[in-house]
């Protein structure tokens, strides 16, 4: 079966960076979108970034990472990277990693019920 794992989280100053990724255990290049999601306390898990993995072309963004996230995915590797860049306190959160089985519509790629595998989260936390 499909499996995803995350890595890379950690603790951080407001303004400082960090790179999660995303290990899966299938070929990249079908034609389907991994997304990163993430959830802070007492809020809805919430779509960060995606992307288009038969090409690594299309990209997704949340108004609140854009300019800042960089979503990519290295097809050799089979794994997927969020770069965040200018972190705040307000992305604290725990991130996931989430596969959907088809490609998406333009305005599907944050929809949580398309993606039908997800890691276990890794836990990002920036202090102000």
């Known amino acids: 079966q499909v499996q995803l794992v995350e890595s890379g989280g950690g603790s951080v100053q407001t303004g400082g960076s960090l790179r999660v990724s995303c290990a899966v255990s299938?070929?990249?290049?079908?034609?389907?979108?991994m997304g990163w999601f993430r959830q802070a306390p007492g809020k809805e898990r919430e779509g960060v970034a995606a992307i288009y993995s038969s090409d690594g072309l299309s990209t997704y963004y949340a108004d609140s990472a854009k300019g800042r996230f960089t979503i990519s995915q290295d097809n050799a590797k089979n794994t997927l990277y969020l770069q965040m860049d200018s972190l705040k306190p307000e992305d604290t959160a725990m991130y996931y990693c989430?596969?959907?089985?088809?490609?998406?519509?333009?305005?599907?790629?944050?929809?949580?019920?398309?993606?039908?595998?997800w890691g276990q989260g890794t836990q990002v936390t920036v202090s102000s």
């Open positions: 989430a596969l959907s089985r088809f490609r998406l519509g333009d305005n599907a790629w944050s929809d949580r019920d398309e993606y039908a595998y």
């Open positions: 299938r070929n990249t290049y079908r034609s389907y979108h």
